[in-house]
């Protein structure tokens, strides 16, 4: 089992934030998904903490962090997530993002460009219409109200330690584990509540609302690497591909056999593309000129 670096706090905007930090070099701001927190990243940061500052914040309505009613807008976690930098004093990051953190990163890159040192899609969101037919259903009028009678707490508590009792036996499927601990999360009734306010802003019964596509253009003068499993069967590697084509200066890696977690289910894998990833390239240029220039040329 790894070493989880401890949970520390920050108050922004009257709100508290969890997130966890360890290592020095280069910063990277590691982004989970939907239902997820800062605790799906729990395998890969020994291996980035030797040579990176890795910071891993659990987003507002997620995790140990507060769960207030309010906007759970893309644009307002890209808002929250340029504050969170700011608070802790990291002038720009290599945003590594996964799932719905990965449509966060798409969103942070384009209102602030010059946070983003680097962006990294892991089985990323917002890249198609494509999305497991569960979460559409979720969307649905009144999911909300059905949600306590699939997600009750008496079973989910036991179901737990169940798992807990089989991976002491050593029997445990990484993915099904990353995919518990989502779904149990949402035992809680101010966790389901800003799960389903998050998700029907990026997904609806017909598939997802927000796609980059038209906007990945801007990605071309960032280093941008696209990571995705054979098997995800929430979103499809088509997604991967079809994005790499429209960042023709990305980098693509398809990892066999592994599905919708690629740095839960091949941890070992994932962070020696990743390492390399940032050895290999160089931060993008912030200058306000260089935007311009890709804006224009698409006109």
Known sequence: MSKRLPLQHVT??????GFRRGGSGEPILLIHGLAGSSRTWDDVIPALTESHDIIAPDLLGHGESAKPIGDY???????GLRDFLSVLDVPSVTIVGHSFGGGVAMQLAYQHPHLVDRLVLVGSGGLGREVSWLLR?????GAEYLMPIGFPKPLVDRATDLGRQLGRRNIRSPRLAEMWRAYSSLAGAENRSAFVRTMRGVIEPTGQMVNARDRLYLAAHIPTLIVWGDRDGIIPVSHAREAHELIPTSRLEILEGVGHFPHVEAPDKFSEVLLDFMETTAPASTRHEALRDVLLEQR
């Open 73 to 79: 807008s893309l644009g307002a976690f890209a808002s």
């Open 12 to 17: 922004i905007h009257g709100h508290d934030v």
């Open 137 to 141: 259903m979720l969307t649905l009028p």
